[in-house]
């Protein structure tokens, strides 16, 4: 059973705009989540992350929100580029530990 | 900049050859992992280790063995390949960062293909 969900494989998004990429957890003991992005061929990247006591990060185009009541995560891109084109996974863990589990990973494709 | 390093890019091998995917970071972390990435499961846990001889299971073990004999090198093996280990393998080492939390530093991944 996964605990880390990401229920969109998929996402197109015209360049300019928002992209909204989200993340659905089950386990209650989580308190740090992290985004990677992944290029094809290429290892993940750390690209931003939240810890619990927060509910919000900013990072230039990138923003994550936390809302722990809904156990839900989203990461927003704005403005998109095509070079964000790139599949996404959220990953979390308890304790602030270093073990973590990660979501399915969402492919977002950026279209000039 | 952290470097992990992956001993192959591409790799292919015959169902029960024994396979060796090498892993060496330059950062002197303390803490090294194994995943495999398939389509759909995201990245999975093999095994981790978090210090020189000593190596933790991950979520799917079975199959796999580790190695690590120094601090910067993590080795993965595969005792007798199978079909249904033709994946993606990446490897990663972390450290602690700012505000007392984790950050995982990935290599460029291993392909396999088991034949």
């Known amino acids: 059973d996964q605990q880390v969900k990401q229920n969109s494989p998929s996402l197109s998004v015209q360049e300019g705009r928002i992209s909204i990429l989200n993340c659905d957890y089950t386990?209650?003991?989580?308190?740090?989540f992290l985004w990677y992005k992944k290029y094809p061929a290429e290892g993940p990247t750390f690209l931003i992350s939240?810890?619990?006591?927060?509910d919000k990060n900013e990072d230039g185009r990138f923003t994550v929100f936390l809302n722990k009541s809904a156990k839900h995560l989203s990461l927003h891109i704005v403005p998109s580029q095509p070079g964000d084109s790139a599949v996404y996974f959220c990953a979390a863990s308890e304790n602030y530990g270093q073990n973590f589990v990660f979501g399915p990973g969402t492919r977002l494709s950026v279209l000039p | 900049d952290v470097k992990v390093t992956q001993s192959s890019r591409y790799l292919v091998k015959r169902t029960g050859e024994k396979v060796f995917l090498e892993c060496v970071q330059d950062m002197d972390h303390e803490n090294m992992f194994w995943y495999r990435q398939d389509p759909g499961l995201g990245l999975r846990l093999i095994y981790f280790?978090?210090?020189?001889?000593?190596?933790e299971k991950g979520d799917i073990p079975e199959g796999y063995s580790v190695s690590r004999e120094k601090k910067e090198r993590f080795s993965l093996i595969l005792e007798s390949a199978s079909t249904n280990q033709t994946s993606m393998y990446l490897c990663?080492?972390?450290?602690?960062?700012?505000?007392?939390?984790?950050?995982?530093?990935f290599g460029p991944g291993t392909r396999l293909t088991v034949t």
């Open positions: 990663a080492s972390s450290s602690r960062i700012k505000g007392g939390s984790y950050e995982q530093y």
């Open positions: 939240i810890s619990s006591i927060k």
């Open positions: 386990n209650s003991m989580f308190d740090y």
């Open positions: 280790s978090y210090d020189v001889k000593m190596k």
